[in-house]
């Protein structure tokens, strides 16, 4: 959750939600492990995570949420459904310490250099700021 206190800080989604992609990338990267737990621990039905699902991660969600939907009020990016905005960076920035293997394997069995992890951060930032019609506040 730490890795969008640029959220609070930031003055409009170019800002907020490109950093956001940048600390989401750097912890699938440096900490897969963590990922993966989390995931089986939700897909099997959040046995141990449950109350913080409906209680920390849900207060979280819901102050982000509000943070986009001011982004959209000011006309900073597309009317879009921030939640939904959501579900898809976790997702995707996830992919790359969910799927690391498979990422590893079509990459001639080598782990992403630190080039290889510039340009798909960039262009996980690209696609999605793109996408939304982001605009900066600046």
């Known amino acids: ?13 170019v800002e907020g939600i490109g950093a956001y ?3 989401k990338m750097e ?31 849900e207060q979280w969600t819901n102050g982000r949420i509000a943070v986009i939907q001011s ?6 990016m597309a009317p879009i459904d921030p939640r939904h905005l959501l579900y898809m960076v976790w997702a995707t920035t996830q992919h790359y310490a ?6 590893e394997t079509l990459n001639n069995s080598d782990p992403l250099t630190d080039a290889q992890w510039q340009a798909a951060t960039d262009s996980v930032k690209t696609i999605i700021l793109n996408g939304i019609g982001a605009k900066s506040a600046l």
């Open 21 to 23: 992609i940048d600390a």
């Open 71 to 76: 982004w959209i009020d000011r006309g900073l």
């Open 27 to 57: 912890i699938s990267r440096h900490h897969s492990a963590g990922s993966k737990v989390w995931a089986s621990e939700v897909m099997h039905g959040a046995p141990v995570i449950q109350d913080y699902l409906e209680t920390t991660l």
């Open 1 to 13: 959750l730490k890795a969008a206190d640029i959220f609070d800080q930031a003055s409009g989604p």
């Open 98 to 103: 969910d799927f690391g293997h498979q990422i």
